[in-house]
């Protein structure tokens, strides 16, 4: 039998944590702040949609702050105990925000089910003002956050965030101007029931997202299929099985396998190897690969019954 190891290390992107680490700090900056205006205008205006969304940015600011820790301590190095580092905080910390938001989805139900039973008379103007002011600062988090959510699932989850406090400034604002030209104080907790859904929405998919990461799960942008495909079909490979996808955290994806060849020099198989990762690099970005050798020579006992791959293949190699 021959056996081939392959054990690419992974590779930390300096650039992406300077950038993930920049972003956060400003959306905490910006969200406490907004948070401050929000407490000081809803004690002016007598309005508990601006208290209630300034407690909604105190957990949001909370939340911030725990990607941005998720994102320093995952860029510590392995230790004997640790032997993947500590990237997988990073997800942790998406997952606890997803439950942050889900308690605070429920949270704005349970406020908007008490203002319709007792409406609360509120300064419009007052509000409105107030809620624009957020709704600024919110939207400019959401375009710093932007780049870095789309390849970051802690970064996501924090982009999640301030989505809901951009959209819960949306509802307030929508809300101050129906109370200010009709007096209908039942459209704040109407709005603050869809604001709630939609955070909903966003919380059930990063807790998802979360656990199959946990779990092990193949990642959502791998099709298993196709990449056995592309595996079967590269020169002197003549059958794949024991194939293991998983993500260790956002963007950084390992695969392992037992591949099976003929008997082969250890150049021969080599040759094999390289053509594998290339596959596996260029089309997947996947860096973290290893790779079993199996020979043909040495029995059937060594492939499974449910073994994938095309075992009529000629041997290509004149072998």
Known sequence: MTLKHNHQHIKPDNQAFSTNKRNLIIAIAITGTVMIAEIIGGVLSHSLA????????LTDTLALGLSFFAVIFSQKPPTSSKTFGFYRLEIL??????MSLL????????????????P?????????????????????GLVILKKSAAMNLNVKSAFLHMLGDTISSLGVIGAGFIIIYTGWYLVDPLISIFIGLLILKGAYSLVKESIDIFL???????????????????????DIHHL??????????AMSAHVLIDDLLISKSAQILREIEKLLKEKYRMEHTTIQFESVSCGDELVPENSIGKMNKTDEYGI
């Not at 509120?122 to 400019?140: D, E, P, Q, S």
Request: aromatic share 12%; hydrophobic share 50%; proline share 1%.
């Open 216 to 238: 092990e799960a193949t990642p959502n942008d791998i099709n298993q299929d196709e990449l056995l495909t592309g595996l079967i079909n590269i020169k002197g490979v003549k």
């Open 50 to 57: 601006l208290l209630s969304d300034a407690g909604h940015m």
């Open 93 to 98: 910390a998406a997952f606890f925000n997803g």
């Open 244 to 253: 293991h996808l998983w993500t260790i955290t956002s963007g950084i994806y």
């Open 103 to 118: 308690a605070i989805s429920f949270y704005i139900f349970y406020e908007a089910y008490q203002r319709l039973l007792s």
């Open 120 to 140: 609360v008379e509120v300064k419009g103007l007052f509000m409105l003002a107030i809620a624009a002011i957020g709704l600024l600062a919110n939207g400019l």
